[in-house]
Every structure is written in structure tokens, then in C-alpha cells.
């Protein structure tokens, strides 16, 4: 993995020490939305040398320790795994799921290289409103044939921004899917504690929740943390406390699936990142500390258990956006409690807005808030 600046003698000297000069080799490619405007660039050179290029961008990168929000992350393959980049997902008369799935087959057919079992990594638009019930569909049609991770990708406003991208498109409200070879299978963890209080969501509406227990949502969600940390939730102080103190929908297997609330409607209807299914079980978490419950100590022991040695190794990472605006300063340190743990010689990636997997191997996936998502990098 090579960090490089996005002009055109940074990206033609990387391109040339990076790749050989055989037919199919290709790049991933992580940028911030700071330099958007720079793709361009790097999609040019790609073209001119033939090279495959799939990638996304995210509101930073991260570099070792840091949040950056310059440069690009080159990830090479000598030869580039299947993928495919699907736009306006929900806009289509075909149904997204479908479309997903007859892509993957496709890919499948063609064979993996490696061993293992190959990894789906999916990254979504994050303005995409049904994530989760895509997870579904998918896992229904491919069970386990492959396993699942991914990311979303978009700009931290939230607002709509192109965000994937391949050689000669970059496109929104989609998904770049790649089928990596299974050794590259990545690892979550988000270190949250499931209390024993539980609630009903009992009317929802995609990421909307109308009501818990029968009464507006918002007066149970301030209630709630009235009673437990003895904080007068308002409309006014909303945004500044629902990050540190978000929703989990707790699964029959024992998991919990974070949902961070992000907006606050008139009629006290809360909205999330990600769906929350019509009466699920749902919790009122407290985001974690740094390092907190054992997080970053679990995630290098299963790091270790599915990659081997991390000892001067390359690991890939995806922080979550609302897992960093709960820490702040810590989490920078909290990447380098992962560095230390893992003996990594470099830890790459991107924060982004909402993750999928599964915190068990070879688990039902996810959509999840607040998590780290990482694998092993191992190179060309």
C-alpha cells in the first residue's frame, strides 16, 4: 500500500513502481473528499496504461496514527480480482439485490485465486437508505459462498456526492463490489456492552424510528438517558450528546448491531444511520471509551487467528465517522492502541460512514455504526 499526492508526476511514478507492465494488474484506490477533484488525474493515467482502477472516496484517510485529508492510498494487485461498480441502485426496474447478485455469480464463475473462500468487500454510497435490506437479500441468494465485509463510502455532511468509482465513471446512490481472495478476509469489532434494559421499536420506516414502546421516540430516548446518566436531552443539545449514546438492535445470536441516531423530526420520529427493523429489540447504548471492553485487543487476536503474524506486516483499517466524532482526540489514539497491538509496521485506510460484517467468521452480514473494520494486507 502506497500513500502518494494526486498530481500527475506523483501518480505516473507510482503507477510505474507499483504495477508491472503485464495485462491485468490493477488498482484500489481510497480518497478523501478533499481532493475529489483530483480523480480525474489518476483516472487518466490508469486509462493510459491500461491499468484497472475501482475505488471509492471517504471524508479522510487514515495514515498510521492520523486522520489525513490529502493524497491518495494505492492498494496494487498484480492481478486485479473480479469487480463491479452498479449506480443508482434503487433507481433501476431491476431490483438492486438482483442485479448485486447476478454480478457476483458472474464473478464466482470465473474463479478466485487462493485458497479460501473469496471475500465480497462491498462499498456502498452511504446515502443509500436500504443497506441493510440489501445484506439481506444478498445473503439469502449467496449464502455462504463467500464472505461478506465492506464499507460506506460518501462525504461526512451526508450530503449527496458521487463516491465510486472505476478507470472512466464515478458514480452515486450505487456500489463497487470486489471479490478479494479469502485471505484478505477482514475483521470487526466495535466494543460496545449490551445492557440489561430493552425496548420495542414499535413503528419504523426504513432508518426512521416513529415509536418505541408505543410513545414517540424521542421522549423514550430522552427519558431513557435522563434516568440512566441523569442528562436533559433537548432539541438543542441533540446533536451534541445522540453519537455518544446510540441505539442497539440486539440479534438472536447474541450480537448488537449499533444504530447512531443522526437527525431529529418535528413530530419527535428519530432517524439513523442504517434501517431499524419494525419491532426489533432495541437498547440504549453508551459509546465506549478508548480501547474500551477489550475492542482493540479482541480485533488483533482474531486479526491473528484469520491472517497470522501482523509483526512489520501492512494492515488495512476502516474507522467509523461516528465512532471518531464520540472519541475525538482519543481516537487517533485508539488507532495507535491498534498499531501497538497488532506490531503493524503501517496501518492504512479510510474513515467511513457505516460498515458491514459480522464481529463471528463466516458470520451473517451486518450493517453496522461505530466500528473498525480491518484486515491484513498482503501485497502483489
Same mark, same amino acid.
Request: proline share 6%; charged share 20%; aromatic share 8%.
Given at each position: ?24 494488474? =490493477? ?7 478533499? @481532493? ?20 471509492? +472516496? ?11 485529508? %490529502?493524497?491518495?492510498? *494505492? ?13 443508482? *441502485? ?40 436500504? &443497506? ?5 437479500? &444478498? ?49 470487526? @469489532? %466495535? ?17 426512521? +424510528? ?45 450480537? $448488537?448491531? $449499533?444504530?447512531?441516531? $443522526?437527525?431529529?423530526?418535528?413530530? =419527535? ?26 475492542? +482493540? ?34 481516537? @487517533? ?34 450493517? %453496522? ?12
Amino acid at each position: 500500500m502506497r500513500h502518494i499526492e494526486l498530481d500527475a508526476v506523483s501518480i505516473g511514478q507510482a503507477l510505474s513502481g507499483l504495477l508491472p507492465e503485464a495485462a491485468g494488474a =490493477g488498482l484500489v484506490a481510497l480518497l478523501p473528499e478533499a @481532493e475529489r477533484d483530483r480523480l480525474p488525474l489518476l483516472q487518466a493515467a490508469c486509462r493510459e496504461r491500461s491499468i484497472a482502477l475501482a475505488g471509492a +472516496i471517504f471524508p479522510a484517510l487514515i495514515d498510521q496514527e492520523s486522520f489525513i485529508t %490529502h493524497g491518495a492510498w *494505492l492498494l496494487p494487485f498484480d492481478r486485479m480480482p473480479s469487480f463491479f461498480l452498479l449506480d443508482g *441502485l434503487n433507481d433501476d426496474e431491476r431490483p438492486a439485490v438482483e442485479r448485486i447478485v447476478a454480478e457476483v455469480r458472474a464473478a464466482l464463475a470465473q474463479g478466485s485465486s487462493g485458497k479460501a473462500k473469496p471475500t465480497l468487500f462491498m462499498l456502498f454510497d452511504s446515502m443509500l437508505p436500504n &443497506i441493510a435490506s440489501m445484506l439481506d437479500g &444478498i445473503y439469502l441468494e449467496l449464502s455462504n459462498r463467500v464472505d461478506y465485509a465492506g464499507v460506506n463510502a460518501g462525504s461526512e455532511s451526508f450530503q449527496p456526492m458521487p463516491c465510486l468509482f472505476d478507470e472512466s465513471r464515478v458514480v452515486g446512490n450505487g456500489l463497487l463490489g470486489l471479490l478479494l481472495p479469502g485471505e484478505l478476509a477482514p475483521v470487526l @469489532e %466495535h466494543g460496545f456492552v449490551q445492557p440489561e434494559q430493552a425496548m420495542s421499536a414499535t413503528s419504523t420506516e426504513g432508518n426512521r +424510528i416513529a415509536m418505541i414502546d408505543w410513545q414517540p421516540a424521542f421522549d423514550v430516548y430522552r427519558q431513557v438517558i435522563r434516568d440512566a446518566y441523569g442528562i436533559d436531552l433537548t432539541r438543542d443539545n441533540f446533536y451534541q450528546h445522540a453519537v455518544h449514546f446510540p441505539f442497539g438492535i440486539l440479534r438472536a445470536n447474541g450480537d $448488537v448491531v $449499533v444504530r447512531i441516531p $443522526v437527525a431529529l423530526a418535528e413530530d =419527535g420520529s428519530l432517524f439513523c444511520v442504517g434501517e431499524v427493523p419494525e419491532n426489533a429489540v432495541l437498547v440504549l447504548l453508551k459509546a465506549p471509551g478508548r480501547s474500551a471492553n477489550g475492542c +482493540i485487543q479482541r480485533l488483533s487476536d482474531n486479526l491473528r487467528s484469520v491472517g497470522g503474524s501482523l509483526r512489520d506486516g501492512q494492515l488495512l483499517t476502516f474507522y467509523c465517522a461516528g465512532r471518531r466524532m464520540h472519541l475525538g482526540a482519543d481516537a @487517533e489514539g485508539e488507532l495507535a492502541d491498534l498499531r501497538a497491538a497488532t506490531g503493524a509496521a503501517q496501518v492504512a485506510g479510510a474513515l467511513s460512514l457505516g460498515e458491514v460484517g459480522s464481529t463471528s467468521r463466516w458470520g451473517y452480514p451486518m450493517f %453496522h455504526n461505530a466500528t473498525l473494520v480491518c484486515t491484513v494486507w498482503q501485497g502483489p
